[in-house]
């Protein structure tokens, strides 16, 4: 018998920040957030998350920022 099991990527979430400014170029209303998630799945059936990544990305300056460089503003909007 063959059991399938292992991970596979989640669908992705994105949220424009339309308050905010890019704490880079100033330009408001520019950063974009995306959330990507991992699940581990056994017979395709989502078990469990094993993790989950968040980065936010300025459309102006194309400056990318990781979850731990978010501001204050930036994690308030999520
Ligand atoms: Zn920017």
Not at 20 to 37: D, E, H, R, V
Not at 48 to 58: A, L
Request: positive net charge.
């Amino acid at each position: 018998m063959i059991l399938f099991f292992g991970t596979r990527p989640g669908k992705i979430e994105v949220k424009q920040l339309l308050n905010i400014a890019c704490p880079f170029c100033n330009q408001t209303g520019t950063l974009k957030i995306s959330k990507t998630s991992n699940w581990f799945h056994f017979f395709w059936i989502k078990i469990f998350r094993i993790s989950s990544n968040t980065i936010s990305e300025c459309s102006h300056c194309k400056r990318v920022y990781f979850e731990e460089e978010f501001t204050e503003d930036m994690k308030n909007e999520i």
